[in-house]
């Protein structure tokens, strides 16, 4: 029997990270985190990778879409291809840009401080081997705190190839399900670099990562424009995995420093008057809506929440990616004609609930609301709790940071 990996890969010296969990086959779900027979691969000693990472940088600056004009100087991301499937950003320069309205308060913070102040003092991370199988992995990320993605290391070429998400398990369903009669062997045996290649054609063709030297504000922006829910931090010289930076980190971190901020003159306006949000073709499901149905509206509208509403779109519940993962935990996933009504009844103690808003809150009002929450969207309602549309933490960075609205051009 192989011998399972470590989940942890060494932080730098100045990080201080908790102890790595090794799963056995006498542990929590006959687990592993790698599979692979080569014992030299085993211990993730990405030191020695075939291609340094600092090799990989690609100088790129361009201001041609820039929202702050053309005398700003902004590191942008753009899709190329590379032999090892790998796209990195490297920070050129990130000059502090001057209003009187502390329009750009939040982004000169974040151009300010770098990726490595984010990482708390205390954290975990977990890399699965390519070879392991989905099923396992999707095991492990249920019962690891409910971690969500996690970096997927390629043992033959010695480097991160790309995430597991909770959104690949719901392609691997959607891919494979036919009836309750009919169990999805393919989850059960296929491997994740398997269902990578089977699906190479549906994501990108290299992994975006940052390192944790550049700015918060290229990690907000590399987010924002690549539409993504999450950047692993990787160290270009060590080649390790330290961090996954995710849109609710981010507000967080900027809420615990809003009291050393300028307020910006918009936070005072509301969704209604700043446009933050979506509010045309709103993906929703009801409760007898059926599990495989709501499984291919996230697929095709790519969202990462759907409102659950009665027959009078009133909002009555919210079914959400992280609750798809709970099919994982409660083995249920060989049945999705049940209903969303009968799934969310396996959802786990720390549900997140439905924070909703309207369109007369204030932009402060509304980051308050999500950040002492600590929920990932804010679903809005009228006066009769009818769903009118979804505001997301991406839509609250990208308004926040990267394209502050300017009040002379609302009026």
């Not at 790698?34 to 020695?48: A, G, V």
Request: aromatic fraction near 8%.
């Amino acid at each position: 029997m192989s011998e399972p990996i470590t989940s942890m890969v060494s932080p730098p010296s100045d990080v201080s990270m908790s102890t790595s969990n090794i799963f056995t086959d006498q542990n929590v779900e006959n687990m592993y985190f790698s599979e692979s027979s080569n014992p030299l691969k085993r211990n993730l000693e990405m030191n020695t990778c075939s291609v340094s990472p600092t090799a990989k940088y690609i100088p790129i600056r361009s201001c041609d879409d820039s929202p702050f004009g053309e005398d700003s100087s902004i590191t942008r991301a753009k899709s190329i291809d590379m032999e090892d499937d790998i796209l990195e950003i490297e920070c050129v320069d990130e000059g502090i840009i001057g209003d009187e309205r502390n329009t750009y308060s939040y982004s000169n913070f974040l151009r300010t401080h770098s990726c490595y102040e984010i990482i708390p003092n205390s954290s975990k991370i977990i890399v699965f081997d390519s070879k392991l199988k989905v099923k396992k992995a999707f095991f492990a990320l249920v019962h690891n705190n409910n971690i969500r993605s996690a970096p997927v290391w390629d043992s033959a070429k010695q480097e991160f190839v790309g995430m597991l998400t909770v959104t690949d398990f719901i392609r691997i369903l959607i891919r494979y399900y036919k009836s309750p009669l009919d169990k999805m062997w393919e989850l059960e045996e296929h491997q994740i670099e398997t269902f990578r290649n089977l699906t190479k054609a549906d994501r990108l063709p290299y992994l975006i990562r940052i390192s944790p030297t550049h700015s918060i504000f290229s990690a907000v922006q590399m987010l924002v424009q690549h539409k993504i829910h999450r950047l692993p931090v990787i160290d270009p010289t060590t080649g390790n995995a330290l961090y996954v930076i995710t849109h609710k980190k981010l507000l967080r971190y900027i809420f615990e420093h809003v009291d050393d901020l300028a307020v910006p003159d918009f936070m005072g306006f509301t969704l209604k008057q700043l446009g933050i949000g979506t509010y045309e073709k709103i993906a929703m499901v009801h409760p007898w809506t059926t599990v495989i149905e709501a499984l291919r509206i996230f697929d095709e509208y790519n969202v990462s929440a759907l409102p659950v509403v009665d027959e009078n779109k009133r909002s009555v519940d919210i079914y959400s990616k992280h609750d798809v993962i709970n099919l994982a935990a409660e083995r249920t996933y060989n049945n999705l004609d049940i209903t969303v009504e009968d799934a969310l009844r396996y959802r786990q103690e720390d549900f997140e609930g439905v924070v909703k808003c309207s369109l007369d809150d204030t932009l402060y009002v509304i980051i308050d609301r999500i950040a002492n929450a600590k929920v990932h969207r804010l679903v809005v309602v009228d006066d009769n709790d009818i769903v009118r549309g979804i505001v997301s933490l991406s839509d609250i960075l990208k308004h926040l940071v990267i394209n502050p609205p300017h009040l002379d051009e609302l009026f």
